[in-house]
């Protein structure tokens, strides 16, 4: 018989406890306000340059704004790296984000210079 109180996503057998009922509701109230949130940023996105309601200038920051915070929570709410056991794929996620922000910036300089 599986453990529910040790592992909330083991097949159920019987009635689970109410711990894992607390923790399952929890998981899936975060999940509903996450999927609802990134549906908001993404109509936000579309909206704000449909509309011409933000300026040119401000359009490719704030796009790219909306991105970030949309990939940073996609990652720790539906990839679940927020949860214990992780730390190794975090490390490797952020380290890989640090080496090609910067790679990435330079070779669009270094196009840049030799296009023009």
Same mark, same amino acid.
């Given at each position: 018989?599986?453990?529910?109180?040790?592992?909330?996503?083991?097949?159920?057998?019987?009635?689970?406890?109410k711990?894992?009922?607390?923790?399952?509701?929890?998981?899936?109230?975060?999940?509903?306000?996450?999927?609802?949130?990134?549906?908001?940023?993404?109509?936000? !996105?579309?909206?704000? =340059?449909? *509309?011409?309601? +933000?300026p @040119?200038?401000?359009?490719?920051?704030?796009?790219? $704004? #909306?991105?970030?915070?949309?990939?940073?929570?996609?990652?720790?709410?539906?990839?679940?790296?927020?949860?214990?056991?992780?730390?190794? !794929?975090?490390?490797? =996620?952020? *380290?890989?984000? +640090?080496? @090609?922000?910067?790679?990435?910036?330079?070779?669009? $300089? #270094?196009?840049?210079?030799?296009?023009?």
């Open positions: 018989m599986a453990d529910h109180g040790m592992d909330p996503t083991a097949p159920l057998k019987g009635e689970p406890t711990k894992v009922k607390r923790k399952l509701a929890r998981e899936t109230r975060t999940q509903v306000i996450s999927f609802v949130l990134m549906i908001f940023l993404t109509s936000l !996105a579309f909206i704000s =340059i449909a *509309s011409d309601a +933000i @040119a200038s401000f359009a490719m920051p704030f796009i790219l $704004l #909306l991105a970030t915070i949309q990939v940073v929570l996609q990652l720790y709410v539906f990839m679940h790296l927020n949860e214990r056991g992780n730390g190794w !794929a975090n490390v490797m =996620i952020w *380290s890989a984000v +640090i080496i @090609a922000i910067p790679t990435v910036a330079s070779l669009m $300089l #270094l196009l840049g210079i030799v296009k023009w």
